[in-house]
């Protein structure tokens, strides 16, 4: 049995913009976990609506779980992750969006992953979507090929506190939110650190129309482009050349490429270089900006039947 005075061994930090509806689900998750040594931090990240109070009635309604709340004025998702971050005690982390859920054995297999494995820095897992669309997402093995150019976990991927010291914690993009995750990942494929898959469902990943990845994903090729030139160690020249094409001021405005023109140049030349590098996602990397474009519901639709024709997704 462990006391509140004991420090546990995982942090679970869950930023919260207007969304404090979906709280309670979230933390009643971590409450539900097989695996007991945990603490919750909640982070306020200037929400404008009840998530202070909301919170503060979970924490009465669990007084003998460690559930802290922190509040910010609003300073975006990677802040409100990183200050979740400095006041956590754990050596392990887990950020958890305020609108996803945990399975009961999530932190119980990442937790004993990160035991099991010293070289290794995150540990990721099998998803179900859930909410607009209904259905598992299977993801891959680790390998950092894979990870420099397609994204391979979602934000709730368990990870060891000292690995976001050795990186300087999550990075805020100046203009859309909704890669610092992703970003994230490869920072600490940069530091050395290698990646762990469990091959299962153990996260539930809400999907609504309009969300914040929705529209970080109008703008990939730009935060893509961002992403390789802050790493260039892992990337080629003609890789950089190409980012450095797509932020220049001829091309870019504000981090956003200045016209549909511009899009489709830039888009045609990243095809070119996922031909070069990474052939095998080729068919996702050309179908997925128009695919990222339609409804949620059609998404899933089109999932089912790449499934049932077997073709990649």
């Known amino acids: 049995m462990h006391t509140m005075l004991d420090n546990p061994r995982v942090s679970v930090v869950i930023p919260c913009y207007n969304q ?37 009635r979970l924490i009465a309604a669990h007084p003998d779980r460690r559930i802290r709340l922190i509040r910010q004025a609003n300073r975006g998702l990677a802040e409100a992750r990183n200050a979740g971050v400095r006041a956590a005690s754990a050596p392990y982390i887990l950020p958890l969006d305020a609108d996803d859920i945990i399975e009961p054995d999530m932190l119980a297999l990442t937790a004993a992953a990160l035991d099991a494995h010293p070289d290794v820095g995150f540990v990721y897992t099998d998803v179900r979507r ?30 060891r506190r000292e690995a976001w010291e050795q ?29 762990l898959h469990i091959p299962q469902p153990l996260l539930r990943y809400r ?7 929705s529209q970080a994903r109008r703008h990939d090729l730009e935060l893509r482009a961002q992403i390789f ?8 020249p003609d890789v950089l050349a190409w980012a450095r094409r797509v932020l220049s001021p001829e091309w870019s405005i504000n981090g956003a490429l200045r016209s549909p023109w511009r899009w489709l140049l830039a888009y045609l030349g990243y095809v070119i270089v996922i031909w070069r590098h990474h052939p095998a996602l080729l068919l996702p990397t050309i179908v997925h900006p128009f695919f990222w474009r339609l409804p949620i519901r059609w998404q899933g639709r ?5 499934r049932a024709i077997k073709l990649p997704q």
Do not use: C
Not at 44 to 56: M, R
């Open 20 to 56: 404090a509806r979906f709280l309670p689900e979230a933390v009643a998750s971590v409450v539900a976990q097989t695996f007991t040594d945990w603490e919750i931090i909640i982070v306020d990240d200037g929400s404008p609506d009840d998530t202070t109070e909301v919170a503060q």
């Open 130 to 159: 859930f909410g607009a669309e209904n259905n598992v997402m299977r993801t891959l093995p680790y390998s950092l090929e894979r990870l420099r150019f397609e994204n391979l976990m979602m934000p709730a991927t368990l990870f």
């Open 167 to 195: 990186v300087g914690g999550f990075r805020n993009f100046s203009r859309v939110q909704g890669y610092e995750d992703r970003e994230f990942w490869v920072s600490l494929a940069d530091a050395g650190w290698k990646g």
């Open 207 to 213: 999907r609504t129309e309009g969300s914040m990845l």
């Open 229 to 236: 030139l802050d790493h260039p160690r892992l990337y080629e």
């Open 302 to 306: 089109l999932r089912a039947l790449a």
